[in-house]
């Protein structure tokens, strides 16, 4: 969902920083005031916006919109972070085999994007994720399901080729 907003267009610096005052929980007035009184958002303003500064009902509606955005991507983030520490976890379950690890490694980002889903609005966006998570969860299953089949079949098949015309087996 795109946000048109003063404060959605504003640069991603200020919005970054605002999205940190608010999280340290400073005070709507005092944010307001010290974003009008930033030069960069003085120009937006005026290019934009006919040079009416930022209200506290902006301020209500970021809170209400672009913040929480914001606040589902620092967890995102953060679970993406914790992922490679986790890595030796993953080789040590997957052991050596390379297909098994990036399975579970796109497991957790499935997840991590399910998590991002708590924070969407109800609508057309957050179906169609959910939508494609299911797909990606079902192809994961049948990977998996595949897999396994093809671990139970290898000693019959490592025999056939060991019986075969063609030498594999030492």
């Known amino acids: 969902m795109t946000r048109n907003g003063k404060i959605a267009r504003l640069p991603a610096a200020i919005r970054q920083e605002l999205n940190q005052r608010l ?12 974003l009008n009184g930033l030069p ?23 809170k209400n919109g672009g913040y929480p955005a914001w606040e589902a991507g620092e967890r995102v983030a953060g679970n ?29 980002g499935m997840a991590a994007e399910m ?5 969407m609005p109800e609508g057309i966006e957050k179906a169609r ?16 399901r595949c897999a396994q089949r093809l671990r139970l079949d290898q000693p019959a098949i490592d025999a056939a080729n060991c019986n075969s015309a063609q030498p594999r087996c030492g």
């Open 23 to 34: 999280f340290d929980g400073e005070q709507g007035k005092d944010l307001v005031e010290w």
């Open 40 to 62: 960069k958002v003085q120009a937006v303003l005026k290019a934009k916006f006919k040079g009416n500064p930022i209200t506290k009902t902006n301020l209500s509606q970021w």
């Open 80 to 108: 993406l972070k914790s992922i490679p520490g986790g890595v030796a976890a993953l080789q040590k379950v997957a052991r050596d085999d390379l297909a098994d690890r990036m399975t579970l490694i796109l497991a957790a």
């Open 115 to 119: 998590q991002r889903l708590e924070s």
């Open 129 to 144: 994720m959910w939508r494609e998570l299911r797909i990606g969860l079902l192809d994961l299953k049948k990977s998996r």
